[in-house]
């Protein structure tokens, strides 16, 4: 369902959020700068400095001139100085951004795919004892925090037995490559990953499964039956195809969410994403950094709704005819 | 529409599990000073006791009786979570109600906004919020308010522009009732169930963000809260002190949040069958 509408929405999510990181270190009461840097950064900087920042940041101008000279300065990928980790916002974040990609792809898409598989079997069985056990457990699953079953793994699987590496994405200095680097990484990720599959796997499960009780009563699933074919050409054909649409518009939404997941289940086992980047930098009150992190999620998140919105059709052709 | 609340919960299993276990963590809280024994804040003998009869589940790094922390921690979560769901249903009638029913340049411009807030991770927004303001417990809820009306919204305004439409409110307005009458009398009882699966929905999100925050080290230092309590159990989980420390808060936050999933869940098709899907954003 690719529409004006939608650019036009996610043009004001972003412009709102450009707002909130402007306006918020500029409101609060003292020095501007001090609001912007950080009180750390601020006892490190000489008189110079100051003074070019200030000019960098047209603070001296009014408020609308201002917001003019930051918003030019984002579009060209300035999004401000950390000097917490004496580089650019922008540098710092993208060293981060390839571990949650890593982390938050493979979860969504375990997440998903499990959670639309066990949606179709249990929509399918409808009512029967299978049916009615796997809807209390994944519903009893989905009221675990993501972070309580993060700290659980953690310590079942990695302080008492052992199994798996209890912090950071790689083994320090340990000169690995191929293959056995490989399993290196797959070690570390392997505890972070079930927590996160874990815990968002009952929201397509769900999803699923009650759209699959309402398309099973379709017409076309009554004509399916009448041809004669097999149960599995029914189930995942023609149900299950079209009980996966809800799943497919919601990404965007539950990629929000998995990557706000991915933040607490960073933190846990020090994965070295952006999530755990947030939590350095709030508590170092490295505002630019943790300011950078919410409008590149944002952005990825904009952009994962624009393609869903862009898949749609080619899933349920009846959208791209029904306008 | 009108629905018979008791007869709706009562009659699944999985309703009767949900009202029972929140019930119980309900009286949790409002007994806690009889429960507890020793004051949540203040300091037991020597910290890192094991579990015996006069610590239930031991004492933590300061020496505070984790039993007492973990009664009185439902009081936050609860008091947090009613209070969003209370504020957020308010905001969503008044945004979705007013929307539909003054249309125009209005609608869709808070429409606009609603799509907006929705696609916004909520969380990194409160954590940098939260990086200069440093809120106390009622600047949290406000936030947290703030910040969640928006699904809810949406689907009054649905609700609202067909009821707009039905029969009985039509009725109304010809025997020359005014606009303020048609809202009181007619679109807001008629909206009743929606709002009650919102409040429901918001409480859980609440309590699930409080205790994210609180994990994050973004609480009040003063108030005891269970994600306060897995914070800080975190720090020694190379001692086996998480067995009764850790785990107990997990797992009350989890019940909480599960019980309130079991209720939501019943309600949901009972009210509104069409809201299938929206509500668990």
């Known amino acids: 369902m690719f529409s004006r509408r939608n650019l036009v929405t996610y043009a004001i999510a972003l412009l709102l959020i450009l707002a909130l990181n402007f306006l918020l270190p500029r409101m609060m009461p003292g020095d ?37 000279t930051y918003f030019t300065a984002v579009f060209q990928g300035d999004l401000g100085y950390s000097y ?40 399918w069985r409808r009512g029967s004892k299978s049916d009615r056990t796997m809807l209390a457990g994944l519903m009893a699953l989905n009221g675990f925090p993501d972070f309580f079953i993060g700290m659980v793994l953690l310590l079942v699987f990695g302080v008492t037995l052992g199994i798996f590496p209890l912090a950071g994405a790689l083994t320090p200095y340990s000169g690995l490559s191929g293959g056995a680097l490989l399993v290196d990484v797959l070690k570390h990720l392997a505890l972070p990953l079930a927590a996160l599959t874990l815990a968002h796997v009952a929201g397509g499960y769900l999803l699923t499964r009650n759209t699959m009780i309402t398309v099973l009563k379709e017409p076309y699933m009554l004509t399916a039956k009448a041809k004669g074919l097999s149960q599995r050409a029914m189930k995942y054909r023609h149900a299950g195809r079209n009980s996966m649409l809800p799943v497919i518009t919601r990404t965007g939404i539950w990629l929000g969410r998995v990557v706000t997941g991915a933040l607490f289940v960073e933190m846990i086992f020090s994965y070295p994403g952006l999530g755990y980047l947030t939590y ?33 059709p080619k899933l349920d052709p009846r959208v791209s005819y029904a306008h | 529409m009108h629905i018979d609340l ?62 007492s922390q973990l009664v009185y921690g439902a009081r936050t979560s609860l008091l947090v979570g009613l ?31 609603v799509d907006a807030l929705i696609v916004i991770p909520v969380i990194i927004v409160l954590i940098l919020v939260a990086a200069y303001l440093q809120p106390s417990l009622w600047i949290l809820i406000i936030l947290l308010s703030l910040l969640g009306w928006q699904g809810g919204a949406r689907i009054v305004r649905s609700q609202a522009l067909s009821l707009k439409e039905r029969m009985h409110v039509s009725a109304a307005r010809c025997f020359g009732g005014s606009r303020l009458y048609l809202i009181y009398r007619h679109i807001v009882p008629d909206l009743s169930p929606i709002l009650l699966v919102e409040f429901i929905y918001s409480m859980r999100r609440a309590i699930f963000m409080e205790a994210g925050l609180a994990f994050l080290g973004i609480a009040d230092p003063s108030i005891v809260s269970w994600g306060m309590m897995m914070r800080e159990a975190l720090d020694f989980s ?10 107990p808060a997990g797992i009350a936050l989890s019940l909480t949040i599960v019980s309130i999933t079991f209720i939501g869940y019943t309600l949901e098709p009972e009210m509104e069958p069409r809201l299938r899907g929206e509500v668990h954003a």
């Open chain 1, 32 to 68: 501007p700068l001090m609001a912007i840097y950080g009180e750390e950064a601020l006892v490190q900087m000489t008189p110079e400095l100051k003074a070019g920042l200030v000019d960098r940041f047209a603070l001296d101008q009014p408020l609308w001139h201002q917001f003019g």
């Open chain 2, 6 to 67: 008791k007869k709706e919960l009562t009659k699944s299993g999985g309703g009767r599990f949900g009202v029972a276990l929140l019930l119980l963590i309900v009286l949790m809280a409002i007994f806690a000073p009889l429960l507890a024994g020793y004051d949540p804040t203040g300091q037991s003998r020597s910290a890192f006791q094991s579990p015996c009869l006069s610590h239930l589940l031991g004492t933590n790094h300061v020496g505070q009786d984790i039993w």
């Open chain 1, 84 to 123: 917490y980790y004496n580089a650019p916002v922008f540098e710092v974040i993208l060293g981060r951004l390839p571990w949650t990609l890593l982390l938050v792809g493979l979860s969504l898409i375990l997440a998903t795919l499990l959670g639309i598989v066990l949606g179709i079997e249990s929509g």
């Open chain 1, 280 to 312: 350095e930098a709030l508590l170092a009150r490295d505002y630019p950094v943790i300011e950078g992190v919410l409008l590149v999620v944002a952005i990825f998140v904009l952009v994962a709704n624009f393609l869903a919105d862009l898949t749609y």
């Open chain 2, 83 to 113: 209070s969003v769901a209370f504020l957020t249903t308010v905001l969503s009638a008044l945004m979705g109600a007013s929307a539909a029913l003054i249309g125009g340049l209005y609608e869709s411009i808070v429409m606009r906004v």
């Open chain 2, 238 to 247: 190379y001692l086996n002190v998480w067995l009764w420390w850790l785990l």
